[in-house]
């Protein structure tokens, strides 16, 4: 009933940009929350960015280069990626918290992954 899709990830330079992008479809009444996470090899998986309809907010290691933005028309999120450093090297996920109905019960889902490599 709701799928979550993502896109955009690839090889980049160091130094360089990319932009990743997540489109929720289906059943959906409202997007509550929209993050993104990334998990490296080895490493726990952490928070990147949040998107609620009324702020944004960024981990240390992303803030000042990442950027968090949504089309609602759309059930978008998008990551922009600047700046891009080897160390952020992870498979990076979507996780959009979606209200069904007009209960407003929140319910997470998970995009697949997509990779995204830094070379030197």
């Known amino acids: 009933q709701v799928q979550v899709v993502e896109s955009g990830g690839g090889l980049v330079q160091a130094g360089g940009s990319l932009r990743l992008s997540c489109a929720a479809s289906?059943?959906?009444?409202?997007?509550?929350?929209m993050s993104w996470y990334r998990q490296a090899p080895g490493k726990q998986r952490e928070l990147v960015a949040v998107?609620?309809?009324?702020?944004?907010n960024y981990a240390d290691s992303a803030k000042g280069r990442f950027t968090i933005s949504r089309d609602n028309a759309k059930n978008t999120v998008y990551l922009q990626m600047n700046s891009l450093k080897p160390e952020d090297t992870a498979v990076y996920y979507c996780?959009?918290?979606?209200?069904?109905?007009?209960?407003?019960?929140?319910?997470?889902?998970w995009g697949q992954g997509t990779q995204v490599t830094v070379s030197s």
């Open positions: 996780n959009s918290v979606i209200a069904r109905d007009r209960t407003m019960r929140g319910y997470s889902y």
């Open positions: 998107s609620t309809n009324s702020s944004t």
């Open positions: 289906g059943s959906i009444f409202s997007i509550i929350v």
